[in-house]
């Protein structure tokens, strides 16, 4: 039964998927946000053969180069070819989205659906919890657990991951509330389901894809966010070529050579941008009322 | 009788619609209260709200749209704010919706005289109280001062009356006046508005789905079905209407002491679809 | 008379709600205080000290208690105003950050104003123009804000402004040479060099506010737009909408003397959480700008690992969000008048 429904299922959402990805086409600027997205996921999986020089090799009888012959970007304080480091550095930035995407969506979808199904006393703890969360600007949280944990790149992810929850686990909550008296999942219970197999194997599924539409628009934040510890020292250490912490190398000497900031930093904001119009063409794609005005 | 309006072949299309939603409407009202009926989705309200041309984003086309000496298919944005409210208003369904709800009723209403009449606020509102007065809100004084939530349906649709024939326009249209409204109050407000249009000589267009309201208070009718107008008939000739959709309209209404047999339900042919020039 | 007892049982459990959010906020900053690896006893008393030394500091620091009645006495410190001492400075934390609090809000609410008179605006015509290219432009110009990373453009816009073109003050809140010219009331450096009388301080001030204030009001625009733009386009589908249009006003006057005010409650909501957005966005501009205020106070202490100013900080923020929330909640009530009555 349930192998039946998922092999009738699965080409079906893929076809959705295909659709989604052709009405995000026909716009520029989502169109542009994928182009992005997709040079990034290039950039980090050929880091090696795109990359002109060893991001790590130092070479001080090369220091701060202006862009030009040999090196595109420049070179830092060590010699270090500013191109090359960008390219390994989409591989952390992959890193850092992969890793929060695959530990905050887990989690909010539980602590959501289950709150949201269960209701009670339950829901109103998890909810005063998220609240708690909600009520700190993201950065500022991060930091605190960073703080506490010390800085590194994994603690800026583990940090990253607790403090952007919350509003995924708000968003699935809303979404089981609707679908808790749905007829199905009365069916469900009326065969006995436990509370446990109705939630994962009934609602659940029903809020993944408003959870993923969530985590994209999300990661935006999430990017912004690790750069900003990244800056502070807090994140990634030297000399991992982390975008955000290299512009806070570079900030010493940003006013005689400004490639060593200037890139790195238009590094984050084309791939934050991207995300926030993937989000937006997302957003359009998904809503109900705009489909037929098309 | 002179002419208010003189309207043919009105086609209406709305932005990325695929089919227009009013095809070819053609009709002429003089002082006279014109009945406009049908189903949702027959056009009859876009033929309401072109003729103001409140319709951001639809493509107005038409041989002839003429509202007394003006020729409105011509008339610019900045033309039509003279017309509208001054000339030609329109009563919205429900009060409810059509007041905005942070402003005091009574400056709302004012405010159309205020647009249109070089005068004080003063004046404005001694004549927006005249006119509350005139759909029969007992004290004036105290609503004036009221917000939309603090008033009750029928009150609220009498407010819209009065801010809508404060200015004293030669037609107005009423787009389902009390299709909002509780019954008892229905008659009530309608005969507000009927008394008003007469005494003063309005020009009324009264767009319902309500078949026995349209024939007890209008001098014609006209039927439209999906964009189109089928028949139009004097609001006494209802009973010998020939289009079979008029006739499957009467028929499904109810009669308190008619036969007992099930209603007949309305047959819709596919060829009324098609454009009859 | 019921009313009345209505009303109070509503701001009653308003106040409870408050206060248990107030009590989780002080539950995670002691716990997240709690996970550092770092000893704080070692910290305190050094590498050499003695082991009857260390046992005695940790005794007097109460960390031979359990947990939960270390947050018992954290809670009674936090009430009676000790957030403890920072290490750096040697005085009580709280005293530090009210110290250093008036330059981040100088900052920050030159910065809301320039957002919101940028953003309401721009959110209003992206609404009018829905779909159009003034909508496009007006989209992709607050994606833009809403997603640059704002230390980066700190940098980029002081080289350019302040380096190559010279427009603007540099780092700091004044030029080096009026330090310690003016004296310190409100602790407000505008409105003190006014109440001195010092001009050119006030204008050096001026001309060093300017530029980071820009940016935080970019990226607080951004969101404004967004927010008010969809507000916006909500009302304008509205029949009062129509009814105003019938009257004869234009779409101007329509949407100025009617839709605005409808947005009007939702638009304070919204500022007031730009607001305290913009703390976050404080802490690092203030980094790149070297701004003596509450986001350097913050994350200098963080690169030391003074842990109970740190904390103290978060809980600040965290206060400082609850209260704009409450504070919203309340104009919402003024301004309405469906909640008023």
Redesign the interface.
């Known amino acids: 039964m349930t192998d039946m429904t998922h092999s009738i299922r699965m080409p079906a959402s893929l076809r959705a998927l295909g659709n989604i990805v052709l009405f995000l086409l026909r716009s520029p600027t989502s169109a542009f946000g994928l182009l992005v997205l997709a040079l990034l996921v290039l950039a980090a999986v050929f880091a090696p053969w795109l990359a002109t020089h060893d991001p790590y090799v130092q070479d001080l009888g090369n220091t701060l180069q202006a862009p030009g012959q040999g090196h595109p970007f420049g070179t830092d304080e060590l010699g270090r070819d500013i191109f090359s480091r960008l390219v390994f550095g989409a591989r952390i930035t992959l890193t850092i989205i992969f890793l929060v995407s695959i530990v905050v969506g887990p989690i909010g979808l539980v602590i959501g659906t289950s709150s949201g199904y269960l209701g009670g006393r339950f829901d109103t703890v998890m909810m005063r919890i998220t609240d708690i969360f909600l009520s700190f600007p993201s950065l500022i949280l991060s930091l605190a657990f960073v703080a506490a944990l010390g800085p590194s790149l994994n603690n800026a992810i583990v940090a990253i991951a607790l403090t952007s929850w919350p509003p995924i686990a708000r968003l699935a909550r809303a979404e089981a509330m609707t679908f808790r008296n749905a007829d199905y999942i009365a069916a469900a219970r009326l065969q006995g389901a436990s509370r446990l197999r109705i939630i994962v194997k009934s609602i659940m599924p029903m809020c993944l894809p408003s959870v993923l539409i969530r985590l994209t628009l999300n990661m935006a934040t999430v990017i912004l966010t690790a750069a900003g510890l990244g800056f502070l020292g807090l994140g990634a250490q030297p000399p991992l070529p982390e975008w955000g912490a290299m512009i806070a190398t570079g900030r010493r000497y940003m006013l005689d050579n400004w490639w060593l900031v200037t890139y790195p930093g238009l590094a984050i904001l084309s791939v934050s941008l991207a995300f926030n119009l993937l989000g937006d063409g997302l957003r359009d794609a998904l809503d109900p009322k705009q489909m037929n005005r098309r | 009788m002179d002419t208010l309006l003189d309207v043919s072949n009105l086609r209406i299309r709305y932005g990325?619609a695929a089919r227009e939603a009013v095809r070819g409407v053609s009709f002429t009202l003089g002082r006279e209260r014109l009945g406009i009926v049908g189903e949702s989705g027959s056009g009859k309200s876009t033929v309401g709200?072109a003729l103001?041309k409140?319709l951001p984003g639809a493509t107005i086309t038409a041989d002839r749209l003429r509202f007394e000496d003006v020729d409105l298919t011509l008339l610019s944005?900045r033309e039509m704010?003279?017309?509208?409210?001054?000339r030609m208003?329109?009563i919205?369904?429900?009060p409810k919706?059509?007041?905005?709800?942070?402003?005091r009723v009574g400056d709302?209403v004012s405010?159309?005289y205020l647009?249109?009449f070089r005068c004080s606020r003063r004046e404005a509102r001694e004549r927006a109280l005249a006119m509350l007065e005139a759909v029969k809100i007992r004290d004036p004084e105290r609503v004036y001062r009221q917000?939309p939530?603090?008033v009750s349906g029928g009150m609220g649709q009498r407010i819209?009356i009065a801010?809508?024939l404060l200015?004293d326009p030669d037609l107005v249209i009423a787009d389902e006046p009390t299709s909002a409204l509780d019954v008892t109050v229905r008659l009530q407000v309608l005969d507000i508005l009927d008394n008003l249009v007469r005494n003063r000589g309005i020009g009324l267009i009264m767009i319902s789905h309500d078949l026995n309201l349209v024939r007890n208070f209008c001098d014609r009718v006209l039927i439209m079905y999906a964009g189109q107008v089928v028949e139009t008939l004097k609001a006494g000739d209802l009973e010998r209407a020939e289009h079979p959709y008029t006739r499957g309209l009467l028929a499904a209404q109810p009669r308190i002491g008619g036969p007992r047999a099930p209603l007949s339900v309305l047959d819709r042919k596919p060829e009324w679809l098609e454009e009859n020039a | 008379m019921s009313f009345l007892t209505l009303r109070i049982q509503r701001a009653a459990g308003q106040i409870g709600s408050v206060a248990v959010t107030l009590l989780g906020l002080l539950m995670l900053t002691f716990f997240i205080g709690r996970l550092m690896p770092a000893d704080p006893v070692r910290a305190m008393v050094g590498e050499d000290a003695t082991r009857e030394t260390y046992e005695q500091v940790y005794r007097d620091l109460g960390l031979d208690r359990p947990l939960w009645e270390q947050f018992l006495y954290y809670l009674r410190d936090v009430a009676s105003g000790d957030f403890g001492t920072s290490i750096r400075t040697g005085q009580p934390v709280i005293q530090d950050i009210l110290h250093v609090m008036p330059a981040t809000i100088e900052l920050a609410t030159f910065a809301i104003i320039i957002g919101a008179l940028l953003g309401i605006p721009m959110g209003v015509l992206a609404a009018v123009c829905k779909d159009r290219w003034p909508d496009h432009a007006i989209r992709v110009v607050s994606l833009t804000g809403h997603s640059m990373p704002i230390f980066w453009t700190g940098m980029i816009a002081l080289i350019v402004f302040y380096a190559h073109l010279g427009l603007v003050g540099g780092s700091g809140r004044m030029d080096q040479f009026y330090i310690g010219l003016v004296e310190e009331r409100t602790g407000f450096l505008l409105i003190d060099s006014l109440l001195a009388g010092e001009m050119d301080v006030f204008w050096s001030a001026v001309n060093h506010v300017i530029l980071p204030a820009c940016l935080l009001g970019y990226s607080s625009a951004a969101y404004i737009t967004r927010m008010t733009r969809s507000f916006m386009l909500d009302q304008l589908n509205q029949e009062y909408v129509t009814t105003a249009r019938v009257k004869g006003l234009s779409q101007a006057q329509t949407i100025w003397l009617h839709a605005f005010g409808n947005i009007r409650v939702q638009l304070v909501t919204i500022v007031a959480l730009a607001y305290g957005s913009l703390l976050e966005g404080a802490v690092l501009i203030e980094t790149v700008f070297a701004w003596p205020g509450f986001g350097q106070y913050l994350t200098s202490n963080l690169i030391i690992g003074d842990m109970n100013a740190v904390m103290t900080c978060v809980l600040i923020v965290g206060v400082i969000f609850i209260g704009l929330n409450l504070l919203s909640d309340l104009l919402y009530r003024v301004l309405d008048p469906r909640t008023r009555s």
């Open positions: 990325g709200r103001l409140l944005e704010l003279k017309i509208r409210g001054r208003s329109m919205l369904q429900d919706f059509s007041l905005n709800p942070i402003r709302q405010e159309t647009r249109h917000y939530h603090e819209m801010m809508m200015a």
